[in-house]
C-alpha cells in the first residue's frame, strides 16, 4: 500500500539520509521526497512510500524515532499516486474544459493532490455558528467525493477563511471558500487505529486555497447553482 510519512527533522547534513535509510532497512520503498518547511534549523518533509501491507508500521516508527532529533508528525495511507509538478494546472484545464462539473471535477480531485481521505464542497449559512445548537442552518451539501461519509462530517468552518482545523477526535480538515454564496470547499484526513495522518500544514492550506480560488474566477456565477434545488419544468 502507499503511505504518507511526515517528519520533522533536524536541518542539517546527514539527517535527511538517516531517515531514508531508515525508512529502506524497515521495508519502506521511497518514491517521492517533498520539504514542506524549512525553518529555525528545522525541516517537515512528507515521504510518499510503498509499504508491504504484512509489515507492521509500529517497526518503522521505531526506527524513525532512534534518529536523534526526528520527530514523527504522522503515518496515513495516501490515495492515488502522488502529486506531479504540473497537477494543479492540469486539474484547472479539467474545470474550464468542462465548467459545468467543474465543482465535482475538483472535489473528485483533490483528496488525491493533498493525500486526504475525502472532500465535500457544502454551502454554509453565515450563521451557521450561532443556529447549529438548535439544529438549524445545516450546511447543504453540493458535491462529495466517493469516499466522503454520508452525511458528510464537519467541522465548524464559519467564518469562511483557509485554514487547517483538528477536531477534538483527532480528524483533521483543511477548508478554503470560493468567496462566494457561502460555498467552502472542505478536505478531510479521518483518525483511524493504528495509523495517525498528520494536520494539514499550511503550505497545503495554501494549495487548496490558490486552487478554490483559481476555481472561483473560472466558473464565476455558475458557483451559485451548487446545491440550489434542481429546477422542475412542467409540461
Known sequence: MLLRVRVTLPDRPGTLGQVARTLGVSGADIVQVVVLERLGGRAVDDFTVVWPGAARVERLLAGLAAIP????????????APTTTGQDAELLAQVAANPTDGVATLVDAVPGL?????????????????????????????????????????PEVTPLRARAITTADGHHYA??????????????????????AAAF????????????????????????????PPVTTIT
Open 69 to 80: 532529533g526526528v520527530r514523527v508528525d504522522g503515518v496515513w495511507r495516501a490515495i492515488g
Open 114 to 154: 493533498l493525500a486526504a481521505d475525502w472532500a465535500v464542497a457544502a454551502v454554509v449559512p453565515l450563521d451557521w455558528a450561532a443556529r447549529s445548537g438548535d439544529g438549524g442552518g445545516e450546511p447543504t451539501v453540493g458535491h462529495a467525493s466517493w469516499r466522503a461519509p454520508v452525511p458528510p462530517r464537519l
Open 175 to 196: 477548508v478554503a471558500p470560493f468567496g462566494r454564496a457561502g460555498l467552502v470547499l472542505v478536505v478531510a484526513r479521518d483518525h483511524s487505529e493504528p495509523l495517525a
Open 201 to 228: 500544514h499550511s503550505t497545503e492550506v495554501d494549495r487548496l486555497a490558490q486552487l478554490v480560488r483559481a476555481g472561483a474566477v473560472i466558473l464565476g456565477d455558475r458557483l451559485d447553482l451548487v446545491g440550489a
